[in-house]
């Protein structure tokens, strides 16, 4: 199998799996910061800590490098369009979430409002992975609001909402 062979297999059965969707954002100055991602994961209780991955030659990964904290919001099934408009590519970040509602966490970054749950991270360590960035971040804070809605999951390419139990 060729190169890109194995990378287009590697890829179709990567996306053959679900993952739940979320925002990650941050603070750049006075302009908060957001894109979707669907590659973050609780590393350990104790400390609290999770990862999160995100393309490095993006713009996002410009500002978090700018940046000692980062905010991930857990998307509900009925934020679809906010993961659709943050997932977009070459999107401009200045003014990206001026008609979406957010709450500032702690740190300052954004939380979207209504999600299923946020958390807020300081940045204690940055690997490169390929072309990816991984932030690996001490939760600071975090909440769910009440019983959490349904969670938006990404499988096979789209968006899904899970069945109820």
């Known amino acids: 199998m060729s190169d890109s062979a194995f990378v287009d297999a590697y890829q179709s059965t990567a996306q053959d799996f679900p993952r739940p969707v979320a925002v990650v954002g941050c603070r750049r100055g006075n302009a908060q910061h957001a894109i979707t991602v669907d590659s973050f994961l609780d590393v350990s209780y104790d400390p609290p800590t999770m990862a999160v991955s995100v393309y490095g030659g993006s713009r996002m990964?410009?500002?978090?490098?700018?940046?000692?904290?980062?905010?991930?919001?857990?998307?509900?099934?009925?934020?679809?369009?906010?993961?659709?408009?943050?997932?977009?590519?070459?999107?401009?970040?200045?003014g990206i979430l001026d008609s979406i509602d957010t709450v500032d966490a702690p740190s300052g970054g954004p939380i979207i409002a209504g999600c299923v749950a946020w958390f807020d991270l300081r940045i204690v360590q940055r690997v490169a992975a390929a072309t990816h960035d991984l932030l690996i971040g001490r939760v600071e804070a975090c909440s769910t609001e009440g019983t959490p809605p349904p969670p938006l999951v990404h499988w096979a390419g789209r968006y899904h909402r899970p069945a109820p139990r």
């Open 61 to 94: 990964a410009e500002s978090l490098e700018l940046t000692d904290s980062c905010t991930l919001s857990v998307l509900s099934a009925e934020q679809k369009g906010i993961a659709q408009w943050l997932g977009e590519p070459a999107q401009p970040l200045h």
